[in-house]
C-alpha cells in the first residue's frame, strides 16, 4: 500500500512541508515491513504520529538523564550516569528508540552503527525505519489487525499516555484509508 501525500497531510494535518519530505521514506518502510494493509497503516501512522508530534519532533524533548540510573537505566541497557548513556541514546526516529540496546539491536537490524551515531536516527529514512524495525520486532501488526489499540499503545508506550491524541490520529487515517 502506497500512501498519497493528499492522504498523509489528511491525517497529519499539523507536518506541513515535511509531510512531503517523509513521504517516500514512510511509504518504503510500509512496504519493508509488512505494514500492508490499511487497518495497519491506520495504526502505524497513529503511533508515529502521536510519537514524534506528526514529524515536529526526532528527538526526544527531555534531555535523557532519568535513564542513566535505576531500574530503567538497566531495562535499557544504559552504564551508569558518569557514561551519560541516558542522554546519549535518548528516543529518536518517529517512535522514539531510546536506550543502549534498543539502539543496538535497531542498528544491527537496519545495517548502520547507531552507537556510534546515535543522531543518525533523526534522519527522515532511519527514522521511518527505525519505526519499522520496532513495529516489526515487537510484534504490533497483530495488535493492529486485532483493533487493539489501546494493547498497541501499550506495547509502545508502556503505558496509555497519549492515547486520546493517538485515538485521534487513528480515527482520521481510518476515515482516509477507508477503514470500517
Known sequence: MQLSEIQLRQIWPNAGKRAAV????????????????????????????????????LEEIASGQAYDTGSLAKRLGNTPAADGDGQRYKGRGLIQITGTDNYRACGQALGVDLLADPEQLETPRLACRSAGWFWRSKGLNQF??????????????????????RMAIWDRAKQVLGVK
Not at 510519537?51 to 515536529?56: A, F, K, V, W
Open 22 to 57: 517523509f513521504l517516500p521514506y514512510i511509504n518504503a518502510t510500509l512496504a519493508e515491513f509488512a505494514i500492508d494493509t490499511p487497518v495497519r497503516v491506520a495504526a502505524f501512522l497513529a503511533q508515529v504520529g502521536h510519537e514524534s508530534g506528526q514529524l515536529t519532533w
Open 144 to 165: 493492529a489487525d486485532a483493533a487493539d489499540f489501546v494493547g498497541l499503545t501499550r506495547r509502545i508506550n508502556g503505558g496509555t499516555n497519549g492515547l486520546t491524541d
